[in-house]
Every structure is written in structure tokens, then in C-alpha cells.
């Protein structure tokens, strides 16, 4: 604790400096999921580098709570908890997505239906203020702040110490495939599976087309009974979203096996979801058995996301999650497939935050009744047209349909919203009155963080775009990039791999 301080204090007096002089700042976390681009450049005197708060500073088994810095990972912060016996009840399916990440952003994932997103899993956060004071944030203390600076993507302050809930960790996940045949069937499943009393701890799904998916269920068990036990963390093993899909093909009936516990929380780390198929497409690779273990070590998401930035292929590629009401899920699925033809998609039911929120939530006419407080998110990941004036126009029609369907993105992604249509779905004053109570208006907003090229989203490229536009140079540099950062041998350091449970 004594060098968490001494780092905090370090990093409030360089706020303060910032605050003081009037200037913006932007905040270095030394990693990043999100496909967007800076609001304020790179100007390397204007950030504020806290990428040293990484350490997990103490677990408390009887309290079955865990003080975590921001820059912590999940396989970090899932290893550290497994040692005690010990999970969140929230964990982000890719690695190395960070804690302060889950809170800062909007992280639902399958266990969301029933605990909600990853800041509702929090008892309190440490920040440090734009003005420089460092303040305590809990439902008891500075509650509306506590609340208001999850998923508002760091404009309130910066996010230096989290205190995480925790539960008991089973050895595995029995996990159950159950074939789908339409949207109208998957969503009729995961009504059904996220109803009170289900039994499920995990719920999500894969739709492979608008004729073939699986919802998928899983329950925390400590016996196998039988099943077989399936692995995905292995250069040898399957990647998790063409398992389900061999296993289903041609079936009817559910089928059932059981997974390690940290191997189910990260079994879409192996592919990225599936978007490292792109890079497969790009390369004019084949994507087969052989070549998926020969390159395994540049396809597990911490390298995906490397490349991705470094390659300039965020211009290209969609990568979005979406949010929409049950009731019009299926017609957004239908209109994606018409308007893009992305498949597979990824199925995720939510609990709702309280409003009002910067998470996503239902807006327009389907604010209020229907559904309630439910949710299905929609992970739209693959490539988008080739042109660039084509992919803005996508992205836009993307946008104009969700509006319309009640739904909303997630803001790691690129916002091609005006300003009207983006606060028309958000309690701006109250956000605004938020950020003036806690001395935040210095910081840029929301809206000016995530608006794709601060506004200027044009069809003109400049150099730099069209000569990322030239192959395979973007692909070349954007994989260069992602070896000189040397994280795929981090990663193959995880020790959540070897977990073995205590008796």
C-alpha cells in the first residue's frame, strides 16, 4: 500500500498541474481493447501514466474481496483470487482486458444477466479528481459519482484503486450447447435461461447464420459426473467458437461437457471471438487446423489487438457490441446480414444498470415497458467494406438503425454519431451537472473522447490512411507492432492455465 500511495499521490500532483494550467489531459494505462482513436493525439506532454498501478494488493478470503489496482488483467487478477479459492463474479472473456478498463468502460459478459456489468461487482473505487483531489466512491460515499464514472470512459477523473467482489471458484463449468435454428428460437432460450431460479451461472450464445446457432448454459460444478472435459487454452486445442459450431452441426438435441473454470473464462482468448479469421482472409493464409497451431502465438487477443492498432485496420474491420431491446433483436440481426453479411454473431443477455447511466441502455419510444430491464447484446465483429467512404456510410447506417430500434453501442468503438443524435440517448444534464459537481468540465467529454477522428470522419483519406490501404504493408507493420510489444510472451506466462483446485 505504501508504493500505491506514493504512485497516487505522484499522479494527483501531475492532475493538479493539468488542472491548474487549464490544459487537457489524456491518461496512459499501457494497454488498450479499444478500436478507437484518442481525442487528444499523442502529445506526450499532456498524459497522465499510471501504467505502474498493475499489482493486485491483497486478497481477503473471509471477506471474499480482492484491492486491485486499475492496470491490473484479468488473468493476472483471476490467478491471483484462484490461489485463495476464490473468482469475481465478473470476468471479461479476453485476458488482458484490465479491471479499471471494466469499470471505466462497459464490460457485460455471460455471467452479466445475473450480476450485471463488472462495476456492479464493485464495493468502492479510489480516483483521483481532475482537480487533483484523491476521493473514496461507494454506494455509502460520493455514491452518484460512484455510479455516474462507470462506463463514461474516464471522463470524471482517473481510477486508481478498485475493491472487487469475490465467490467461491468451482473446479469446472458444465457447459451445454443447445442448437438453435432461428433468432426467433434464440432469443425464445435465453428468455428462458436467464429467468430467476434457472440455475445458470453463465449464459450466452452464437448465432453461425439466421439458420444455425447455440445458446449456451453454463453451471459451476466441482464433479465432472462423467462429461467429457474439454480445453481451449492449448495451441493444440480447438478454438472455442468452431468447437460449438462442430458440435451442434447436424444436431438436435443439447449436448454437454465440462470445462476448467479459467479455461471457460477465457475460451474466446484463442481467436479473438473470431476476428483473427480476418487476418487469415487479409493474408490469403488458409485457415485450417495446422495453420491455427503454427501461428497460435500471434492469435490470442493481446497480439489481435496490437496488430489491429498498429495496422490501421480500425478503419476496416467492425468491431462494435450492441445493445437492443429483446423485441427488436431480431430485426437488427436481419438487417446486418442484409446491410454487412458479418457472421458468426455473438449473443449476450444483460441486467440493466440503474439510470441514469453511460452504459448502454434501451432509449426512444422502447425506454420503458417491454422488456424491462433486460437486454440482449449483439457482438458485430468482422470486416466491413473496402472502401473507406463505404465504411463510414456502414458504420452510420449502423448507427441510424440502432436509433431507431431502441438500442445502443458500446463506446470502445469508433462513434459515428453527431452530436444531437449521441446525447439524444443519454441524460446529458445530469451528466453535465455530474461532471461540474466533481470538477470535470476541464476533461474532455464523452462525446468529444469517442467521435471517430474528433469529428472529422471524412471520405478523404490522408496519407497516412491510403498508405495503410496499400497491401499487405498495414497488415506487415500492424504485426511488427505486435511483436516489438513482446505481450504474447506475457501471455504465455499465465498461470490460470495449470490451475489445479484444492481438494
Given amino acids: 500500500m505504501e508504493h500505491h500511495q506514493h504512485e497516487v499521490s505522484h499522479i494527483a500532483e501531475t492532475v493538479r498541474g493539468f488542472h491548474e494550467r487549464g490544459e487537457k489531459f489524456r491518461i496512459f494505462h499501457g494497454s488498450t481493447n479499444s478500436t478507437r482513436k484518442s481525442a487528444l493525439g499523442r502529445d506526450p506532454k499532456k498524459v497522465v501514466d499510471t501504467s505502474r498501478l498493475s499489482n493486485v494488493l491483497h486478497v481477503d478470503v473471509e471477506k471474499q474481496i480482492a484491492l486491485v489496482e486499475p492496470n491490473v488483467p484479468m488473468d493476472r487478477l483471476v490467478e491471483a483470487t484462484l490461489e485463495h479459492g476464490l473468482i469475481p463474479p465478473v470476468v471479461m472473456e479476453f485476458p488482458g482486458i484490465t479491471a479499471g478498463g471494466g469499470y471505466s468502460g462497459t464490460s457485460g459478459e455471460s455471467s452479466s444477466y445475473k450480476h450485471g456489468f463488472f462495476d456492479q461487482t464493485l464495493n468502492q473505487v479510489e480516483m483521483v479528481l481532475a482537480n487533483g483531489d484523491i476521493i ?26 478498485l475493491e472487487i467482489k469475490l465467490q467461491k471458484a468451482h473446479r469446472f463449468v458444465e457447459t451445454t450447447y443447445h442448437p438453435v435454428t432461428s433468432m426467433d428460437e434464440a432469443i425464445a432460450k435465453t428468455k428462458a435461461f436467464t429467468q430467476p431460479g434457472s440455475g445458470y451461472d453463465y449464459v450466452d450464445g452464437i448465432m453461425y447464420s439466421q439458420t444455425l446457432g447455440a445458446i449456451i448454459t453454463g453451471k459451476l460444478v466441482d464433479d465432472t459426473k462423467g462429461l467429457p472435459i474439454q480445453r481451449f487454452s492449448s495451441a493444440k486445442d480447438p478454438w472455442f467458437y468452431i468447437h460449438v459450431q462442430d458440435r451442434i452441426t447436424k444436431q438436435t438435441e443439447s449436448i454437454l461437457e465440462a470445462i476448467p473454470l479459467p479455461e471457460y473464462l477465457f475460451r474466446y482468448d484463442r481467436g479473438g471471438f473470431w476476428v483473427a479469421m480476418a487476418a487469415f482472409e487479409y493474408f490469403g493464409t488458409p485457415f485450417n487446423t495446422f495453420t491455427r497451431w503454427f501461428l497460435d502465438d500471434f492469435l ?3 497480439m489481435l489487438y496490437k496488430a489491429l492498432h498498429g495496422s490501421g485496420q480500425t478503419e476496416r474491420m467492425f468491431v462494435q457490441d450492441l445493445a437492443l431491446p429483446y423485441e427488436t433483436a431480431k430485426e437488427f440481426v436481419e ?3 442484409e446491410r454487412l453479411g458479418i457472421w458468426p454473431l455473438w449473443l449476450c443477455p444483460l441486467k440493466q444498470s440503474p439510470r441514469p447511466t453511460m452504459h448502454p441502455h434501451p432509449v426512444g419510444k422502447y425506454a420503458s415497458g417491454g422488456d424491462g430491464e433486460e437486454m440482449l447484446n449483439i457482438g458485430l465483429w468482422g470486416l466491413g467494406p473496402p472502401s473507406r467512404e463505404a465504411f463510414i456510410q456502414a458504420n452510420r447506417d449502423i448507427e441510424h438503425k440502432l436509433l431507431k430500434l431502441g438500442g445502443m453501442k458500446w463506446l470502445y468503438a469508433q462513434t459515428y454519431y453527431d452530436e444531437e443524435d449521441f446525447w439524444g440517448q443519454f441524460d446529458k444534464r445530469w451528466y453535465q451537472a455530474l461532471r461540474k459537481k466533481f470538477y470535470a468540465t476541464g476533461l474532455p467529454d464523452v462525446y468529444e473522447k469517442v467521435r471517430a477522428e474528433r469529428g472529422n470522419a471524412t471520405v478523404t483519406p490522408t496519407w497516412s490512411q491510403w498508405l495503410f490501404g496499400v497491401w499487405p504493408f498495414s497488415g506487415l507493420y500492424g504485426l ?7 505481450d504474447y510472451v506475457a501471455a504465455r506466462k499465465s498461470k490460470w492455465k495449470d490451475w489445479v483446485p484444492r481438494s
Fill in 136 to 161: 473514496n466512491c461507494s454506494e455509502g460515499e460520493n455514491a452518484d459519482l460512484f455510479r455516474g464514472a462507470a462506463g463514461a470512459v474516464g471522463t470524471f477523473g482517473v481510477t486508481t484503486l
Fill in 300 to 302: 490470442h487477443t493481446r
Fill in 335 to 337: 438487417y446486418t446480414d
Fill in 480 to 486: 511488427k507492432k505486435a511483436i516489438d510489444s513482446r
